[in-house]
């Protein structure tokens, strides 16, 4: 089952897996949100498997996961770019303070 419904997904045939009797058909965002959150809940590695509260909110947002996955890799590097940056202005302001510790210590100037 879990194997037809990653076909079904990989070939966006979203709707091939909604039951034909529901009377209210849920929207394709609905559906592939729904979908994708349901495979993330039987990856085979179940580290990789969200809680329940993780879960409800990947269900109620109205953004994960039916943005594009260029847009998720996108931001996904953006943010670990952003990190990066701040760790390194933080080495930076660390290796400053220290220059001026060392300094002050010694009765010197700071080095600029």
Request: aromatic share 4%; with cysteine; charged share 40%.
């Given at each position: 089952?879990?194997?037809?419904?990653?076909?079904?997904?990989?070939?966006?045939?979203?709707?091939?897996?909604?039951?034909?009797?529901?009377?209210?058909?849920?929207?394709?965002?609905e559906?592939?949100?729904?979908?994708?959150?349901?495979?993330?809940?039987?990856?085979?590695?179940?580290?990789?498997?969200?809680?329940?509260?993780?879960?409800?909110?990947?269900?109620?947002?109205?953004?994960?996961?039916?943005?594009?996955?260029?847009?998720?890799?996108?931001?996904?590097?953006?943010?670990?770019?952003?990190?990066?940056?701040?760790?390194?202005?933080?080495?930076?302001?660390?290796?400053?303070?220290?220059?001026?510790?060392?300094?002050?210590n010694?009765?010197?100037?700071?080095?600029?």
């Open positions: 089952m879990v194997e037809w419904l990653k076909l079904m997904v990989q070939q966006k045939q979203f709707e091939e897996v909604v039951d034909k009797e529901l009377e209210i058909k849920p929207t394709t965002s559906l592939k949100r729904a979908l994708l959150t349901a495979l993330r809940c039987v990856d085979p590695d179940a580290d990789k498997r969200p809680k329940m509260s993780q879960v409800a909110r990947m269900l109620e947002s109205d953004e994960y996961p039916v943005m594009p996955r260029e847009e998720r890799r996108r931001r996904r590097n953006q943010n670990a770019e952003t990190h990066r940056e701040s760790t390194d202005t933080n080495k930076d302001n660390d290796i400053t303070t220290d220059a001026k510790i060392w300094a002050r010694r009765n010197m100037d700071p080095p600029l």
